[in-house]
RNA sequence: CGGGGCGUAGCGCAGUCUGGUAGCGCGCACGGUUCGGGACCGUGAGGUCGGAGGUUCGAAUCCUCUCGCCCCGACCA
C-alpha cells in the first residue's frame, strides 16, 4: 500500500491510472468492495446516478413500446443447456445452486444437508434468454401476440476471475431487453433501434461519444447471429464496450419451440432480439470524464447538480446568509434543478470544496458576507474548475443554461478527446507502435477469426467494432496483406 | 488457474528480520481558538494483532497448517 491512500490527494490519472480509477471510486462513495469475493456494494451516492440512468433508459424503454417484467433468478440446468452456442458461451462462469436446505453442523455453525440436493441444479442467470424464452412458449401461439417487446431490471452473476468495481464484477445490476417478432427484418430493425437507444443514451446522458458498430464472429455473443455494439473510448487509451444488442435469428425459438401461426395459417418460429446495459455504464462515466481532483458528473445524471456553500464565522453570519440562500434553493428546485445547501457546520468551506468537487457536483455556489452586501454570489464550474463572481438576480437562469453548457462542454472534450486518439494506420510497424499508444486504430482486417486471433496474440488489441458507418474503402489486411473493403476499429479493452 | 502483495483500532499504516507492557496519522467524542480552498491546540474513547495448532518462562514477531482480500496475467459485459 503506497503513501497515496494517506494523501488527501487522488493519485495522478497520468501516474496510475487504475489505482486512481479505484480510488475514485471509494473516495467518491459510489462504490466499495463487499466481504463476498467480486462482489461489490454500492453506497448511496453511486446507486443515486445509477437510479437516473436507470430512468432515463426506462422513459426510453417505454417510449419505444416495451414493457417491464420480472422472470426468476434461476435457471433450471437443462433450460441452459438447449441452446448449444449459449450452453458453451456461459458454461465456464456459473454459479450453481445445487442443495435447498442447511442444518446444524456438529461440529459447530451450519452445513449444507446432504439430504436436501436438489434433483437439478439451479444455475443464477448469468442472462435470462433460456428462462425468458422457455416462458415465451407459453405466451406466444398467433402472429397476433407479436411483437412482444419485454424488458426486465435485475441482477446477475458471472463468476468473473478477476474483477474491478463496476467494470466487472462477479454480480452486476442490468437491464436485459427480449424480444419476439413475426419476422427476421423485424427482429434485425428492433435490434438496431436499440442499438440506437443505448447510443442516445450514451451520448444525451452520460455525454459520451460512442461508436456504433458489429462485433466481429469472434467476439459475438454466445448464441447470437449478429451482435451490434456501442463502443467508447477511456481516458486511458483503452476501449469499453458499453452496451450491446443481439440478433438471435431463431436461435432461442428453436431451442425452446417457440411457435407462432402467421397469417397464412402456417407454423413459424418466432425471431429474438436481446439488448443489455449494465452498472458497467458507472465505470464508463468515471473513466470518460474525471480528472486528478475526482468526479465530473454531467448534469443529467449528478444527484445533486448544484451545491451551496455558505462561508460564515458566526452563526448570525449563516442565519443572514440563510435568509438570502433559502428562496435561492426553491427558485432553483422550482425550475427542476437539484440543489444541496451544505450548511453543515462541522466542515469548513474550504474542506466542503475539494469534497463537492471529489463527488462531481457539476456547479458550486459559495455566498459569504461580502457576497451578501454586494447581492452577488460565487458560481464555480466543476468540469473546467473556472469561477466567476454573478449578481443573485437572474442567477436561476444562468445555472439553468449553464447546466446545459456544462453538459455539452463535456460532451465536446470527450468527443475531442476520441478524435485526437483515433488513428488511421496502414502497415503493421504503425499498428504496433500505436497500440502501444492507446486509442482506436481505423485498419483494414481480411475479415477472418484467424488473423484476429494473431494480432490479439501479438497486441492485445481487438476488433472493437465493425462501424455501421463505414465507408466502403478498398485496402490491405494490416496483418495478412489480403484484401480488405473496409476500417474495422482495434484498441486494447477492458 | 499462474505470478506478486497484504491481513495489527472505523480508515491508512509502522512494529515482524533480531520474541520482552501494542504504536503512529486520519477519523471519532468533549472543550477552546479559528473560518473566502482540505484549520489548530488540549483532553479522551477505541485492539481476542485474519483463524487453528505448535515452539518458548514469554509470540503481532519463530514454525506448521488454514481462511480471506487486493494487484498483475490468462478468461470475460
Not at 442499438?195 to 442516445?200: E, Q, R
Not at 463535456?410 to 483515433?422: G, M, S, V
Request: aromatic share 10%.
Amino acid at each position: 500500500m503506497s503513501s497515496l491512500f494517506m494523501s488527501k490527494a487522488l493519485p495522478k490519472r497520468s501516474e496510475n491510472y487504475s489505482e486512481w480509477y479505484n480510488e475514485i471510486v471509494k473516495r467518491a462513495d459510489l462504490a466499495e468492495n463487499s466481504a463476498v469475493r467480486g462482489c461489490m456494494v454500492i453506497k448511496p451516492y453511486g446507486f443515486a446516478i445509477w437510479e437516473k440512468m436507470q430512468r432515463a433508459l426506462d422513459d426510453m424503454f417505454k417510449a419505444t413500446g416495451h414493457q417491464n417484467a420480472y422472470f426468476p433468478l434461476f435457471v433450471p440446468k437443462s433450460f441452459l443447456e438447449k441452446e448449444e452456442e449459449h450452453a458453451e458461451g456461459f458454461a465456464k462462469e456459473c454459479a450453481v445452486v445445487t442443495h435447498y436446505r442447511l442444518k446444524a453442523d456438529p461440529n459447530g455453525g451450519l452445513m449444507v444437508d446432504p439430504n436436501a440436493k436438489l434433483e437439478e441444479e439451479l444455475i443464477i442467470r448469468p442472462t435470462s434468454e433460456a428462462v425468458i424464452w422457455n416462458t415465451y412458449r407459453n405466451w406466444i401461439q398467433s402472429w397476433r401476440d407479436l411483437p412482444l417487446l419485454i424488458n426486465q431490471w435485475c441482477n446477475i452473476v458471472r463468476w468473473e476471475m478477476r474483477t474491478r468495481l463496476f467494470l466487472r464484477t462477479a454480480e452486476f445490476l442490468w437491464q436485459e431487453g427480449h424480444t419476439a417478432h413475426a419476422t427476421e427484418a423485424e427482429a434485425i430493425e428492433e435490434t438496431e433501434r436499440m442499438l440506437g437507444v443505448y447510443a442516445t443514451f450514451a451520448e444525451d446522458w452520460i455525454a459520451l461519444p460512442v461508436l456504433k458498430g458489429l462485433k466481429s464472429p469472434n467476439e459475438r455473443f454466445a448464441g447470437a447471429l449478429e451482435t451490434y455494439c456501442i463502443e467508447a473510448l477511456m481516458q486511458d487509451g483503452k476501449a469499453l464496450q458499453s452496451g450491446t444488442s443481439h440478433f438471435l435469428g431463431q436461435n432461442f425459438a428453436k431451442a425452446f419451440d417457440v411457435k407462432f401461426v402467421n397469417k397464412e395459417n402456417e407454423q413459424e418460429y418466432a425471431w429474438a432480439t436481446s439488448w443489455g446495459v449494465s452498472t458497467r455504464l458507472m465505470g464508463a462515466l468515471i473513466m470518460a470524464h474525471s480528472d486528478d481532483k475526482g468526479l465530473v458528473l454531467p448534469p443529467k445524471l449528478a444527484p445533486i447538480q448544484v451545491v451551496i456553500v455558505p462561508i460564515h464565522r458566526s452563526p448570525e453570519d449563516l442565519a443572514a446568509i440563510t435568509a438570502v440562500v433559502d428562496p435561492l434553493v426553491a427558485e432553483l428546485r422550482a425550475a427542476g434543478i437539484s440543489v444541496k445547501f451544505d450548511d453543515n457546520d462541522s466542515q469548513r468551506s474550504g474542506w466542503k470544496f475539494a469534497e463537492y468537487e471529489l463527488k462531481g457536483v457539476p456547479v458550486r455556489l459559495a455566498i459569504g458576507m461580502r457576497d451578501l452586501e454586494a447581492g452577488t454570489v460565487e458560481v464555480a464550474r466543476r468540469d473546467n474548475l473556472t469561477k466567476e463572481t454573478r449578481p443573485l438576480a437572474g442567477l436561476t437562469d444562468h445555472i439553468s443554461s449553464l447546466l446545459d453548457e456544462i453538459q455539452a462542454a463535456i460532451y465536446q472534450k470527450a468527443l475531442a478527446f476520441r478524435e485526437e486518439n483515433t488513428h488511421r494506420v496502414d502497415t503493421w510497424e504503425d499498428f504496433k507502435a500505436q497500440i502501444e499508444k492507446g486509442g482506436f486504430i481505423l485498419a483494414h482486417w481480411d475479415g477472418t477469426a484467424e488473423t484476429e486471433e494473431k494480432i490479439k496474440d501479438e497486441t492485445k488489441a481487438t476488433i472493437r467494432c465493425i462501424p455501421l458507418d463505414a465507408p466502403e474503402e478498398h485496402g490491405k489486411c494490416i496483418f495478412t496483406g489480403n484484401p480488405s473493403n473496409k476500417r474495422v476499429v482495434f484498441a486494447r479493452a477492458y
